[in-house]
């Protein structure tokens, strides 16, 4: 590898820790994507306006701020030409406080959260705790507004029960949801001791007095005082000016390159936020230049659908007409001939980007044993033959072409007979849609797990991939003959 090329893949991991310490939630890692989009020069469109597109241009717009899409059109783009897309998702498995999350027991009180996805729970256990999310607040006597929000510092706990008060643990630790996994804000009467405290400092004014009312008549029925007021400390705005909010519980240690060799990374949301920065400098840096979108006859785009945990099945997941409306509105930029969209369905190709499974030294017996995807192999190609995933022959031998091209490692998997298989956007966007599409995803360990892990390596992997796909993809496509 040159030292360039090494040079640039260190750049793509300490920007990767960057963008997964800055994205505690799928509302943060948009509003991260917006922001590193618009420095690189893309332009943001609504949904809500008529589109102006021109050849040789970058675009992106979001919906909700969960989901997020970003194009660039080729300079020699006609309508009813493809779209060469990676879709990633921008969620991962957390505890999302519940609209009513005041719950107060034993002297303490907790917030109530729900389970969003399929977390390992028990990973949630005895970690240091803090919320983040988005807020509408009252801007004004008639308008609102919607602002993201982040506690900084620990906050909350859930703590583990001492194995004194429950001797069988060891025989199988069982975990009731909804009874054991409440976090702790505060004790009772530290929480009482501070309203004396706060009760005791100036004199009410007749307005503090209403707001104070207001307060009490209605957010504090819901959720504690003491958390409102932390996050109004850190919007810098007063508790009754907060009229809803969607929050959810995250880990406040930062994500970091480890291991004795520095070959690892341990974060949190590695599922999925890893593709998705991936893709999204691979498109940025594929399209960094007039020169580079020349030649280009297609277009090339990301996207980043939330709610991916949880089936897809919203109005900004990709089971949503989100992908349908972006292919079209482009090709309608373009043409009044309603055919043309058809076609450029047909001639568009997705790389469903979502994380793999590699192979566990202390659970080997959990893989297929000619598909043990291992670190530091590269991207992984999914295979199922009940399309779990959607990758068939022809798919699997366009990506796996690309890497060839450039030296790229590629591993496969197959999950065992005797187990059932996850899925992806994959499927959902090629049979919603009717993309051909190819599964991959870089391998990692402790799925799913507050905490989980990957390799320094195939990130840098990932983004060669990724950016080679962008630049190649039109080419190689126009050389394979199928349906003929």
Not at 103 to 109: E, P, R, S
Not at 193 to 215: C, F, Q, T, Y
Not at 222 to 250: M, V, Y
Request: aromatic letters at 8%; charged letters at 25%; hydrophobic letters at 40%.
């Amino acid at each position: 590898m040159a030292k360039e090329e090494q040079l640039e893949g260190s750049d793509v991991v300490s920007d990767l820790i960057s963008y997964l310490n800055s994205s505690p939630t799928a509302f943060h890692a948009v509003d991260e994507a917006k922001k590193i989009l618009k420095k690189a020069g893309f332009v943001q469109v609504s949904e809500r306006d008529n589109w102006n597109l021109e050849e040789g241009k970058r675009y992106f717009f979001t919906r909700n701020y969960s989901t997020i899409v970003a194009f660039a059109i080729g300079k020699k783009y006609v309508p009813g030409n493809g779209c060469y897309i990676i879709g990633a998702h921008t969620d991962s498995p957390c505890l999302k406080l519940k609209p009513i999350s005041k719950v107060t027991k034993g002297g303490y009180l907790e917030v109530g959260v729900q389970t969003y996805g399929g977390g390992l729970w028990h990973t949630w256990f005895d970690r240091d705790l803090t919320v983040a999310g988005r807020v509408i607040m009252r801007e004004g006597k008639d308008a609102y507004s919607h602002r993201l929000v982040r506690i900084e510092e620990p906050i909350m706990r859930i703590p583990n029960l001492a194995i004194h008060l429950d001797r069988s643990v060891h025989d199988g630790f069982k975990l009731n949801t909804h009874n054991h996994l409440v976090p702790i804000l505060a004790t009772a009467i530290k929480a009482e001791l501070n309203k004396v405290v706060a009760g005791n400092g100036p004199v009410d004014s007749e307005d503090d007095k209403e707001k104070s009312n207001k307060i009490t008549n209605t957010d504090d029925s819901r959720h504690h005082s003491i958390l409102l007021q932390l996050l109004a400390t850190q919007l810098g705005c007063e508790p009754d000016d907060i009229s809803d909010f969607e929050l959810q519980a995250c880990d406040t240690q930062p994500s970091t390159v480890a291991g004795a060799m520095k070959e690892f990374i341990f974060s949190g949301r590695l599922d999925n936020l890893c593709m998705s920065f991936c893709s999204l400098k691979a498109l940025i840096d594929a399209t960094a230049s007039e020169s580079t979108l020349e030649d280009e006859t297609g277009v090339r785009m990301v996207a980043l659908f939330d709610h991916e945990e949880i089936g897809s099945n919203s109005a900004q997941g990709a089971g949503s007409p989100v992908m349908f409306d972006a292919l079209s509105r482009i090709t309608n930029s373009f043409t009044s001939d309603p055919k043309l969209l058809q076609i450029a369905i047909q001639r568009s190709f997705l790389v469903s980007a979502d994380m793999a499974h590699a192979l566990h030294p202390n659970y080997m017996e959990k893989h297929e044993e000619n598909h043990q995807p291992k670190l530091h192999g590269g991207l992984v190609i999914k295979h199922n033959a009940n399309q779990r995933y959607a990758t068939n022959a022809i798919t699997s031998f366009i990506f796996r072409e690309i890497a060839a091209n450039h030296n790229l490692p590629v591993q496969d998997f197959v999950i065992r007979n005797d187990m059932p298989c996850g899925s992806t956007i994959g499927p959902i966007l090629a049979s919603g849609v009717g993309i051909r599409t190819v599964d991959v995803g870089a391998p990692q360990l402790s799925m799913h797990s507050i905490r989980e892990m990957s390799a320094v390596d195939d990130v840098k992997h990932s983004y060669e991939h990724f950016k080679a796909y962008f630049r190649e993809i039109s080419q190689l496509d126009a050389k394979i003959t199928v349906d003929v």
